[in-house]
C-alpha cells in the first residue's frame, strides 16, 4: 500500500520560512515524478512544485522563493519555503506518479493528506 505522509507545516510570520517533507512508502519514487500542490480555502488546488530526473519546476508564484528537492535513500520530497507571504496560506499536499502533465494534479496517482501553512501579516 502506497502512502505518502506530509510534514512540517505551521504557523509563521510573513517573511519567514517553512520545510515541508513528503516521505514515500509502499513504492520507491526515486525515478518518478513528485509534486507539491496547495489549496486555500474557496479556492481549487493549484500547482506549487514538481521534482523529475530533470531537476525542479515552479507555479510563478513561487519561483525564486521555494525550492524542491529529494533524498532518493529516505524515498523523501522536500519543499523549502522563504520568503513567505499571506497568501501563500493554504493546505499543501504531496503527490506522485503523474500520468500526465505534471503541473496538473488530476494527473497524480498517489495523494499525501495535506499539512496546513498559515503565514500571518
Known amino acids: 500500500q502506497v502512502q505518502l505522509v506530509e510534514s512540517g507545516g505551521g504557523l509563521v510570520q510573513a517573511g519567514g520560512s517553512l520545510r515541508l517533507s513528503c516521505a514515500a512508502s509502499g513504492r520507491t519514487f526515486s525515478s518518478d515524478t513528485m509534486g507539491w500542490f496547495r489549496q486555500a480555502p474557496g479556492k481549487e488546488r493549484e500547482f506549487v512544485a514538481a521534482?523529475?530526473?530533470?531537476?525542479?519546476s515552479y507555479a510563478d508564484s513561487v519561483k525564486g522563493r521555494f525550492t524542491i528537492s529529494r533524498d532518493t535513500a529516505k524515498n523523501t520530497a522536500y519543499l523549502q519555503m522563504n520568503s513567505l507571504k499571506p497568501e501563500d496560506t493554504a493546505v499543501y499536499y504531496c503527490a506522485a506518479h503523474p500520468t500526465g502533465n505534471y503541473y496538473s494534479a488530476a494527473s497524480y496517482e498517489y495523494w499525501g493528506q495535506g499539512t496546513q501553512v498559515t503565514v500571518s501579516s
Open positions: 521534482i523529475s530526473r530533470w531537476g525542479g
